[in-house]
């Protein structure tokens, strides 16, 4: 293994290599952030945190407003029964919307709700409070470094097929 660390060091840094770790500590710092619920919430079953399919959902929904069950489950890239599935557990804690479709009668319109958007966006705080903890411990040249490195990956990613997915391009 120390053959393998000295030969990746000799080659320069490996930039797969340390996305892949630095995506593995956002998960784990995504994970405590979505964990620390308000406490006053702490009875209510909506601040439990959602499965990670169930935020998908709800990030796509945030991005892509009024989409039908189909266009989420290709979205999602699941299948309709199983999306609606994941909406009836979405709209019993109150963070989905089901609405007559104005363009059929036999279509529903999907949208989040008020609860929906704001717990998105309490999610969005404090995911950004617990990396600005981290970025304000870097010195002024690696964070430019950073936001440099980070374009440019995420111009690169936005390219690749599938740019549409909720989760890359916004």
């Known amino acids: 293994m120390d053959t393998v660390n000295r030969s990746r ?3 320069g840094p490996d930039a797969a ?3 892949t770790d630095l995506a593995e500590l956002l998960e784990i710092m995504f994970e405590q952030a979505g964990n620390a619920s308000d406490a006053s919430d702490a009875a209510d079953a909506s601040a439990r945190p959602l499965s990670a399919a169930q935020l998908r959902a709800v990030v796509a929904l945030d991005r892509h407003d009024g989409l039908n069950l189909r266009a989420l489950a290709d979205l999602l890239g699941s299948t309709p029964p ?4 994941l909406c009836d557990r ?3 804690v109150g963070y989905l919307e089901r609405l007559p479709s104005s363009r059929s009668r036999r279509e529903l319109t999907l949208r989040l709700s008020e609860r929906g958007r704001a717990y998105l966006q309490d999610l969005r705080a404090r995911r950004r409070e617990s990396v600005q903890a981290v970025l304000s411990k870097m010195s002024p040249d690696a964070l430019a470094a950073l936001a440099t490195g980070l ?3 995420h111009a690169a990613a936005a390219a690749e097929p599938g740019a549409g997915h909720p989760g890359i391009a916004r």
């Open 9 to 11: 060091e000799q080659r």
């Open 17 to 19: 290599a340390a996305v």
């Open 82 to 85: 199983l999306v609606s599935r």
């Open 90 to 92: 979405l709209q019993a």
């Open 151 to 153: 374009r440019g990956f």
